[in-house]
C-alpha cells in the first residue's frame, strides 16, 4: 500500500515539476528583461535536477542521482557568471 502511494506521489511530482519547467521556459523566451531570463534559467535548472531525483527514486538507479549532482554544480556556476556578467560588464577579472 505505501509502495504505490509513494509510486503516485512521485508521478504526481514529476508532472508538476514539469508545470513548472514550461512555465520558466515560458519567462526564460519572453522575460522582458535579462534578469528574469538569468532567474528563469535558475529556476529551470533546479526543477530538472529535481525531475531526475525524482526519476532515479522511482528507477533506483545511481545515474540519475549523479546526473543530478552535474547540473546543480553546473547551474550554480553558470548563474554565478551570468550574474556577475550583468552587474559588471565580464565574467573573468
Known amino acids: 500500500m505505501s ?6 506521489s512521485i508521478g504526481l511530482a ?8 514550461a512555465c520558466c521556459l ?6 522582458p ?3 528574469d531570463r538569468v532567474l528563469a534559467l535558475d529556476a529551470l535548472y533546479i526543477c530538472a535536477m529535481l525531475l531526475l531525483l525524482t ?3 522511482l528507477s533506483g ?16 556556476v ?7 556578467f550583468l552587474m ?3 565574467v573573468i577579472e
Do not use: D, N
Request: proline letters at 0%; aromatic letters at 10%; charged letters at 10%.
Open 61 to 76: 538507479g545511481t545515474l540519475y542521482f549523479e546526473a543530478a549532482l552535474v547540473i546543480a554544480l553546473l547551474g550554480f
Open 3 to 8: 509502495a504505490t502511494i509513494l509510486a503516485w
Open 14 to 21: 514529476q508532472l508538476l515539476l514539469i508545470a513548472a519547467m
Open 88 to 90: 559588471r560588464g565580464e
Open 78 to 84: 553558470s548563474t554565478a557568471a551570468l550574474a556577475k
Open 33 to 35: 528583461r535579462a534578469q
Open 26 to 31: 515560458y519567462r526564460l523566451v519572453l522575460g
Open 55 to 57: 526519476i532515479g527514486m
